[in-house]
């Protein structure tokens, strides 16, 4: 089946800096989302991306849907203590309408 | 005021019993869906309902039964439970319009099997 890589698997970093992990597709996808799952709860989408080469921010977060649309990054600058949790990726091809691709997740530690 | 909610929230039971989750979702999406999450943390579709219609049914175990009564809600009936359905089933629910694809999820359900 289609594979989603995401990579890191895990982040340990101080608070204040920056973050970056990506996902790689085997197949073109037509959507990127970025979630995030905070322990004990649900996935709370943090970005959606729609179009190769867009570049989207959300206060902090940064997302882009490479141009050959077979990848995604995600960045968080000036990391805080509750920036903490598992970062996932996901996406879709435009043969599978509903069935997200979920990334394996980067966890992300932060301390202080 | 939560958009998709789903009970119970923690769930023990012995092998071999059956069991339900149920789900609801206030935000007028017209599908809704069953995702599993292991210990991994790796999140799988399991089933999806378009006006309570199935559309996708992924390699599940017939002892998985999902029943949906209306376009709001969206229940997991489980049959005969074993260990390796030990996990934390989250319910989620999408709009076709705009923005289709974006789902929202609800806090999960943790299954532990005995």
């Known amino acids: 089946g289609q594979q989603l890589n995401q990579s890191p698997q895990s982040m340990f970093i101080q608070e204040g800096e920056d973050v970056s992990m990506n996902c790689t597709s085997s197949?073109?996808?037509?959507?990127w989302l970025w979630y995030k799952q905070d322990p004990g709860e649900g996935p709370v989408l943090l970005i959606a991306?729609?179009?190769?080469?867009e570049l989207t921010s959300n206060g902090r977060l940064t997302a882009q849907f490479g141009i050959t649309r077979k990848d995604s990054f995600l960045n968080i600058s000036a990391s805080i203590p509750s920036d903490v949790g598992i970062y996932f990726c996901?996406?879709?091809?435009?043969?599978?309408?509903?069935?997200?691709?979920f990334g394996a997740g980067t966890q992300v530690v932060v301390t202080p | 005021d939560t958009a998709v909610s789903q009970t119970p929230k923690y769930l023990v039971t012995q092998m071999g019993n059956d069991k339900s989750i149920k789900c609801e979702q206030n935000?007028?999406?017209?599908?809704m869906y069953w995702y599993k999450q292991d210990s991994k943390k790796f999140l799988k579709i399991m089933f999806s309902?378009?006006?309570?219609?199935?559309?996708i049914n992924e390699t599940v175990p017939n002892r998985f039964s999902p029943k949906s009564p209306d376009k709001a809600h969206l229940n997991l009936h489980i049959n005969s439970l074993e260990l390796g359905d030990s996990a934390v089933y989250f319910c989620?629910?999408?709009?076709?319009?705009?923005?289709?694809?974006?789902?929202?999820f609800g806090a999960g359900s943790r299954l532990t099997v005995l």
């Open positions: 197949s073109i996808f037509n959507t």
């Open positions: 935000l007028g999406h017209d599908t």
């Open positions: 309902y378009n006006n309570k219609e199935l559309i």
């Open positions: 991306l729609y179009k190769a080469g």
């Open positions: 989620a629910s999408s709009s076709t319009g705009a923005g289709a694809n974006v789902l929202t």
């Open positions: 996901a996406g879709q091809t435009s043969d599978s309408w509903g069935k997200l691709q």
